[in-house]
């Protein structure tokens, strides 16, 4: 497979930074809410386009009835930022979609807009993330900081939610299996499909059968056959060239065919499978071998599309064995119906009798690969069960995050021009917090996270062995003492406009899998657990508690009783 860049497709011209334009051409500076331009236009025309804003962009709740996320679409957050012009034509568009009242001296600002005043601050990507607490920290003139709201939302939103998907899918599966993401074909759109595929392998899967996201990422692919090139053959005689040179190159079988049929006449007669199967399907049998003759060192077959047990096992256990006559070790089967746990047994039970019986190394270890329309539920209830299965696809519930359709990120303003700024509701979930913040994860002596908690920008950072007071933001009730013995700053510069702060760089996504993995791996198992998880402790420290609460007394209207 052709080599990916660290950041995405190759063809693209870097910036003055070194950044990739956005994988997907469609992410420019028009992929917005046309209100991003209204208010940008009144911004300007009020004169207020240039006062420096602070956004906080965040989630309220954990997706799928979790207590955790994770964090992804920051990388093509910064390409979008490192690459955000306006082209003639679209400020021709912009021009013609708002009122003609508006004057030709904004277009002229629109021209001469990018992000080199912007300054991002970011949790990494791949970082195991919590409710209110800012995924990215936005600064910059609030004309520009506005107009990439929608954007912004657009790239964390699904990306953090299809990473989320996949790893609740390989917590529920266990490390030792092999997941491999089978959604192209059922994902929302091309960009959804590239989309899914890259989350998920930051999520912890293995691979994809996504050619493209293979090329545009370097993710392992992975792929064998469909039930139709089983159901395409007649039988073995449409087979014209059956020869197979050796492994080794030492020797060729003239009559492939033969030897197969050879093997399946063996089987028939085994002592430890006698009567377990008959005369099996010839039209399989003939693709198998067409299967294994075409990838002699990656034969794995699809079972099913006849009877499993009495034709595609035994059909594939044939091919098989003639195949380690000449060197070469068949990589395993595909389940895509019928009861998993038990045909994935029965499997086990028949590659291993076929082991003993006939001193095959190994062939007891043949890959089970299971697929049909998998989720979290389902691979639950197969652990449940017991099975055999050493790899699930998972392709519709994973990409299209059945289960919950959105993640509901915001983007909220915090601050303008060093004044702080809070917005209320009635529903206090919807209350931000506000002012320029910093935030750390504080660890406990078991090398878990115990909490998250934001501090005023200014504050003095959590140290090492000092008790620290953590409030809940919200509930007066909710505090506790913490003494972290390891202390985590969250939020690092990965845009600096023109601070002059050191830019982290942008790693390969392979990289960001194993922070992905190392991350989940460090979490207490019951923040992960799939019914009733514990809720991970998200705070504020006590002076800015009482901020908060200062400044939701000082902006909330006083009723007056007639």
């Not at 807009?113 to 920290?137: N, Q, W, Y």
């Amino acid at each position: 497979m052709e080599a990916a860049v660290a950041n995405g497709p190759k063809k693209q011209e870097k910036t003055a930074g070194g950044i990739d334009g956005p994988t997907n051409p469609m992410v420019t500076p028009l992929l917005t809410d046309l209100y991003q331009f209204t208010m940008a236009y009144a911004y300007w025309k009020a004169g207020k386009h240039t006062e420096r804003a602070v956004f906080d962009l965040y989630f309220r709740k954990n997706p799928f009835g979790g207590e955790f996320t994770v964090f992804a679409g920051l990388e093509e957050c910064i390409k979008l930022i490192a690459n955000f012009r306006f082209t003639e034509d679209e400020i021709a568009f912009i021009k013609a979609s708002l009122p003609p009242t508006c004057e030709d001296g904004f277009y002229d600002y629109l021209r001469g807009t990018d992000c080199s005043d912007v300054e991002i601050h970011a949790i990494s990507e791949g970082f195991v993330v919590f409710p209110k607490i800012p995924l990215m920290r936005i600064e910059g003139p609030i004309a520009v900081v506005q107009l990439l709201e929608t954007p912004l939302i657009n790239l964390i939103n699904y990306a953090s939610l299809v990473a989320t998907n996949a790893a609740r899918h390989r917590f529920v599966a266990g490390k030792s299996k092999l997941l491999l993401e089978f959604g192209l074909r059922r994902a929302q759109g091309p960009d959804g499909g590239i989309g899914a595929s890259k989350y998920c392998y930051m999520g912890g899967f293995d691979a994809t059968s996504n050619v493209a996201a293979g090329k545009l990422f370097g993710i392992p692919l992975r792929g064998t056959h469909s039930h139709a090139f089983v159901s395409s053959f007649m039988s073995p005689d449409e087979i014209i060239d059956k020869s197979l040179q050796s492994c080794d190159g030492s020797n060729a079988c003239e009559d492939f065919v033969s030897s197969v049929q050879l093997w399946l006449s063996k089987l028939k007669r085994s002592h430890l499978l006698g009567g377990i199967f008959g005369e099996t399907n010839q039209s399989e049998l003939a693709a198998f071998i067409s299967y294994a003759l075409a990838f002699p060192n990656a034969f794995l077959a699809l079972v099913d599309t006849y009877d499993v047990m009495r034709s595609g096992i035994p059909n594939f256990c044939a091919v098989a064995l003639a195949l380690n006559d000449f060197g070469y070790k068949a990589v395993g089967i595909r389940l895509d119906s019928g009861d998993l746990a038990y045909l994935s047994s029965e499997t086990r039970k028949f590659f291993q009798a076929i082991e003993k019986e006939f001193k095959v190394p190994d062939f007891g270890n043949l890959n089970i690969t299971a697929s049909n329309d998998l989720n979290e539920e389902t691979i639950d209830a197969l652990n449940k069960q017991g099975h055999e299965v050493d790899a699930f696809g998972i392709g519709t519930h994973l990409v299209t995050c059945y289960a919950q359709p959105a993640l509901g990120v915001v983007f909220k303003l915090v601050e303008i021009n060093n004044q702080p700024r809070i917005k209320l509701s009635e529903d206090v979930s919807k209350v931000s917090i506000p002012c320029k913040k910093r935030c750390y994860r504080l660890y406990g002596k078991e090398g878990y996270p115990l909490v998250d908690i934001m501090t005023g920008e200014n504050e003095p950072p959590p140290k090492v062995g000092e008790r620290i007071l953590c409030r809940h933001p919200f509930n007066e009730s909710k505090r506790a003492y913490v003494v972290p013995q390891c202390v985590e700053e969250l939020l690092k510069c990965y845009w600096t406009g023109r601070s002059g702060k050191d830019r982290e760089e942008l790693p390969p996504i392979k990289l960001i899998r194993e922070r992905c993995i190392k991350q989940l791996g460090q979490m207490r198992p019951d923040h992960m657990r799939r019914l009733n998880p514990t809720p991970y402790k998200v705070s504020v420290s006590a002076k800015l508690y009482d901020f908060i609460h200062f400044l939701w007394l000082n902006e909330a209207p006083v009723g007056e009783l007639q």
